[in-house]
């Protein structure tokens, strides 16, 4: 049986974020366990409280008992996605902390907090097309210690569509391997799509503070057709981790988060990277943004096309340097369109933020 106060304690000691109401989500404490871990099939399923909403209704809250696991789809720093089919034999996939649940280190518990963190996002971001809907909020096991006893508890994880095109990363790698360059019209398409759910972060004072290739999923297979040119993605902004919303604060007005951690190494902003994370965190998303143009259009790796200056220049002519071949095709292919796609992530990876 779920008390209140199992709810609230449960809730407290993973200390969610934002101002909903979080505290009624479906928190279980289950008696201590002192021997082996219980099985997730003798685990209790919750129903969904009637007043966590998403805009158009409760969202659906499940058990990770009667999932069963079919595939690996990607891990990260915090999370591991999995591919997984339910009794009725729909797949889906399920993102969930990386700790085992018996794991109690404080390593495990961030990786928990972020799971908990990225839920209460993608509810706020809930209905936009070009952001990866949840599905559901999971229950799963986890084993916590108060004072020396295991105490089994209800952690999060939550369910998505599969991205059967995987990530715009992927994508790329796959044109790569043929010998291929990605064409102007499929990065365009992409990255309309990209910006589109970004604009949806920030028209809801979210910044997302990891933008990157493999963090925009592929919904639906990814059909080449007679050629890249057919190419009709239906690209998703995903990974809400290190995302961080705005706060209104009576007579200072919207603050910015100070974000504690910033996100990839070859797309985050010159002004993370120097420690000066609280300019404009909205640019710093718009700069990486560029950095996703800039690799779908040249296709290696960002960090090689990261110059020491950082400036949009800079990277191109490491790239010159490195590639000369490469820059030759990239320049005449297409009567040089990707020149133009260029020119446009020239102005997203200008060093002064206010300038992009
Ligand atoms: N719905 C999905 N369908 C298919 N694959 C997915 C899905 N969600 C995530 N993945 C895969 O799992 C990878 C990791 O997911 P995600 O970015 O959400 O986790 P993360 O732990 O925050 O990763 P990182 O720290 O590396 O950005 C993705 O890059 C992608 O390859
Ligand atoms: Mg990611």
């Given at each position: 049986m779920v008390t209140a106060s199992d709810s609230l304690s449960a809730a407290s000691a993973i200390s969610l974020p934002g101002a909903l109401a979080w505290s009624s989500l479906p928190y279980v404490s289950t008696p201590s366990v002192n021997g082996p871990a219980c099985l997730a099939e003798e685990w209790p399923v919750e129903a969904a409280p009637p007043d966590l909403l998403f805009p158009t209704g409760p969202i659906p809250t499940t058990n990770i008992s009667g999932m069963q696991h079919i595939g690996k789809l990607g891990s990260g720093s915090w999370g591991k996605v999995d591919k997984m089919v339910d009794a009725s034999g729909a797949t889906f996939a399920l993102k969930q902390p990386r700790a085992a649940h018996g794991d109690t280190t404080q390593d495990a518990e961030d990786q928990r907090e972020s799971i908990a963190h990225e839920i209460h996002m993608l509810q706020l971001l809930h209905g936009h097309p070009r952001v990866m809907p949840m599905l559901s909020v999971v229950g799963v096991p986890v084993d916590t210690l108060q004072g020396k006893q295991l105490v089994r508890k209800t952690g999060l994880a939550f369910s998505m569509p599969l991205a059967l095109g995987g990530t715009v990363f992927d994508f790329q790698k796959d044109l790569w391997l043929k010998g291929w360059r990605t064409p102007p019209l499929a990065i365009s398409r992409c990255f309309l799509q990209a910006a589109e759910g970004l604009a949806h972060l920030?028209?809801?004072?979210?910044?997302?503070?990891?933008?990157?290739?493999?963090?925009?999923?592929?919904?639906?297979?990814?059909?080449?057709?007679?050629?890249?040119?057919?190419?009709?993605?239906?690209?998703?902004?995903?990974?809400?981790?290190?995302?961080?919303?705005?706060?209104?604060?009576?007579?200072?007005?919207?603050?910015?988060?100070?974000p504690a951690e910033y996100g990839t190494m070859g797309f985050a902003s010159p002004e993370l990277l120097d420690g000066h994370p609280y300019l404009d965190l909205y640019a710093s998303d718009v700069y990486s943004l560029g950095k996703v143009l800039m690799d779908t259009i040249l296709m290696v790796p960002p960090v090689m096309g990261n110059s020491p200056e950082g400036t949009f220049d800079g990277m191109v002519a490491d790239f010159q340097r490195q590639f000369p071949g490469s820059w030759h095709e990239v320049e005449n292919a297409w009567g040089g369109q990707h020149i133009r796609l260029l020119d446009m992530a020239e102005l997203m990876c200008h060093p002064e933020p206010a300038q992009r």
């Open positions: 920030h028209a809801n004072r979210i910044v997302h503070l990891d933008v990157k290739t493999d963090n925009f999923l592929l919904v639906g297979e990814r059909e080449l057709g007679q050629g890249p040119l057919d190419f009709h993605p239906d690209v998703r902004m995903a990974d809400m981790g290190y995302a961080q919303q705005q706060t209104m604060h009576a007579g200072t007005g919207w603050l910015s988060p100070h």
